[in-house]
């Protein structure tokens, strides 16, 4: 098993930046891919960026280029800098740990920019 606690997330306004962080309560290089997802109001969740165990990383179109995903391994800790922060990004965000078949999630972090 693998708790995942998410933090930083808050109110910005437009323009600014938020960096989430995802700590993990075990060795990360366990952890086959961290992703980070989003689920704003009235819509489903969607995936924002994934870093897999190896360093490999995805992101949805919507945020690439503003949003890289990183990790410190010696934290144990994956981080989401959020830049350029737009309105249509307000949601809760959520981490998610795979391990083998495995998924498991955070409880989530509001983030609210306003315009």
């Known amino acids: 098993q693998v708790q995942l606690v998410e933090s930083g997330g808050g109110l910005v306004q437009s323009g600014g930046s938020l960096r989430l962080s995802c700590a993990a309560s075990?060795?990360?290089?366990?952890?086959?891919?961290v992703g980070w997802y989003r689920r704003a109001p009235g819509k489903q969740r969607e995936l924002v960026a994934t870093?897999?165990?190896?360093?490999?990383?995805t992101y949805a179109d919507s945020v690439k280029g503003r949003f890289p995903i990183s990790r410190d391994n010696a934290k144990n800790t994956v981080y989401l800098q959020m830049n350029s922060l737009k309105s249509e990004d307000t949601a809760v965000y959520y981490c998610?740990?795979?391990?083998?078949?495995?998924?498991?999630w955070g409880q989530g972090t509001q983030v609210t920019v306003s315009s």
């Open positions: 075990r060795n990360i290089f366990t952890i086959n891919i």
């Open positions: 998610n740990g795979l391990v083998g078949v495995n998924d498991y």
């Open positions: 870093i897999s165990r190896v360093g490999t990383t």
